[in-house]
């Protein structure tokens, strides 16, 4: 059984998740890749263990993440049993649904039907008797907004998830859906959004909506899925996810990006940082954000990503070069 570092909580930082009372790290490990039954176990608890040691204590999964689809809870839930089972009360684990999970009628989107029997699988799966948050994964625009917020608060209420969240609903959607949980006395704690320099979405109105209502946010695919780092300066390195990914392909690595990339890479070397370390920092800047949502296929990936704590402030000038590349 694995032992934890002691120095773990030493360089993280933590804030509190909008105005709740749940502290989250400024870096989060997704399972989204790398946790799959074609991915070796032995890699996937070696980056566990070396997140948790790392201060990293929230780990972020959904129904479908694999290849199979549940093989990264399935795997998630045998290495928590084996290694990290001592820490549970250390770790704050989210699920998710929302995306198609089995067949038929009831496997998708939004229903009571389909989150109350989604999440039973995942606790079945992770081993858990509860997750810390649970997600609806994505807007459904055929059920009632009613009916899925009140399938979150049951979720709530039943303890199978002590906190919600919602991903991917745009500004408006996000404010009904706030109003709806807190109406039901079981507060939206934390909206997941897709958030990078390369995608600014979230700056178009759902950050004012979250920082006004009091919800925290946590930031997926911030690095671009790795075309904010160097990795693909000088071409596309065999096993990168740009090579076996549906989510990015070769043909996005295109000229005009490597040129941007480069540039922001030079504003990364004069801050000292690596250009994904910049990237993180910038996503995490002034506090906006409350966690960066990181996946990671190497150890080193997850040792390099955490220095960013510490160096998360920008001066005027660097943040005006970074827009000025951007635009
Ligand atoms: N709610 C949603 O709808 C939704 C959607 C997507 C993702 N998510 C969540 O967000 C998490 C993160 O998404 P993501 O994997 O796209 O995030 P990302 O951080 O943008 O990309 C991760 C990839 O970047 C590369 N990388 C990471 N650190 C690096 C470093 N220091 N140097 C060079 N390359 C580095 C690795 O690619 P290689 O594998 O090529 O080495 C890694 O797999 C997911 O696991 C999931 O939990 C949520």
Known sequence: MYQA???????????????????????ALGLWHNFGSVDPIENQKALLCKAFDSG????????????????????????????LSAYRDEMIISTKAGYTMWQGPYGDWGSRKYLMASLDQSL?????????????????????LEETMGALSDIVRQGKAL????????????KQAVQMLRANGTPCLIHQMKYSMFNRAPENGLLDVLQEEGVGSIAFCPLAQGLLTDKYLHGIPEGSIATKSVFLHESDVTPEVIAKVSRLNEIAAERGQS???????????????????????KVKQIEDNVKIIGHLDFTDAELQAIEEILK
């Open 124 to 144: 079945k799966r992770m081993g858990l008797d509860y997750v810390d948050i649970f997600y609806h994964h994505r807007p459904d625009p055929q059920t009632p």
């Open 56 to 83: 990293i204590t929230h780990f972020d999964l959904a129904n479908n993440y694999g290849p199979v689809p549940g093989a990264a809870e399935e795997n998630f839930g045998r290495i928590l049993k084996n290694e």
């Open 163 to 174: 906190y919600v969240g919602i991903s991917n609903y745009n500004a408006e959607q996000t």
């Open 275 to 297: 250009l994904a370390q910049m990237a993180l920092s910038w996503v995490l800047r002034k506090n906006r954000v409350t966690t960066v949502l990181i996946g990671a296929s």
């Open 5 to 27: 570092d002691e120095a773990r909580y030493e360089n993280m930082e933590y804030i509190h998740c909008g105005k709740s009372g749940l502290k989250l790290p400024r870096l």
